[in-house]
């Protein structure tokens, strides 16, 4: 059989509705545009156009793996945040929209802050870092992450950004342990799920996104505890601190930062 553009979408919907991915339609014009190294406008407009064997080929390992809820970040290795694609692997986590709500509140804070130092805390992809050293021409960032896996990616995608003269380093260090100094803004997007509800969580979250930036310890606040704990010593007069929290935990994490004044 000729396998058509429109064909192969049409049958690729199907399989992964079968499936239950959430969004088989989209899951499968944005394969087949890796594939095509094209926009998905395209797709419409040669919609009976033959795709190659060897693009055939592509696209199929790259259905198979998503089948098996493999995520979209990591068949591609990339994901688009603010403006620019990160490369991302197994070792981070893939970086969502929510965060860039981090990043644009973290931003307008630091406005009014002269040269401000920002340390990033378990910056994993290192997506939120370059983007406040975008956001914040004036700006030093400082790195870190546990994990050399996730390090390396997060220097690989600063590197990306030369042309900015973004001012970074990055470290391996667990939270506050390799740091010295003091910062105007500390940032984080640390691990908030309760342990006991890791395995509830979807299967591309759980079965392929790194344990070590999901599990927050038995009540998801672990992590908050020890940043706020360590940033007495870290943080300017007058500096901030900004957090991605999960839903419902707003005031447990604000009453953590109250009673370390």
């Known amino acids: 059989p000729i396998w058509t553009i429109a064909k192969v979408l049409d049958w690729t919907k199907q399989y992964f509705a079968e499936k239950g991915l959430e969004n088989p339609r989209l899951d499968a014009e944005i394969l087949l545009c890796s594939v095509l190294k094209c926009q998905r406008i395209t797709l419409y407009v040669h919609f009976d156009q033959p795709l190659e064997e060897h693009e055939l080929a592509q696209y199929r390992g790259y259905v198979a793996r998503r089948a098996a809820a493999e995520p979209l970040a990591y068949i591609l290795g990339s994901r688009a945040f603010m403006k620019y694609d990160f490369k991302v692997t197994p070792d981070v986590l893939v970086p969502r929209p929510e965060t860039e709500l981090l990043v644009e509140c ?72 390799g740091i010295e100094g003091v910062f105007d803004m500390i940032v984080s997007n640390p691990p908030y799920i309760a342990s006991g509800k890791i395995p509830g969580l979807m299967e591309e979250v759980r079965g392929f996104e790194p344990l070590l930036a999901l599990d927050g310890g038995a009540d998801g606040l672990n992590f908050y505890r020890r940043i706020i704990a360590g940033s007495t010593a870290h943080l300017k007069d007058g500096g901030f601190m900004a957090f991605e929290i999960r839903i419902n935990q707003g005031s447990a994490v604000a009453d953590l930062c109250r009673s370390h004044g």
């Open 106 to 177: 973290a931003a307008k804070l630091a406005g009014f802050i002269e040269k401000p130092q920002i340390l990033d805390i378990g910056t994993g992809s290192g997506a939120i870092i370059v983007s406040l050293l975008d956001m914040l021409p004036e700006a030093h960032g400082t790195a870190v992450d546990v994990s050399p896996g996730a390090l390396a990616v997060a220097k690989e995608n600063a590197q990306k950004r030369d042309s900015l003269g973004l001012e970074s380093d990055f470290c391996i260090s667990d939270l506050f342990e």
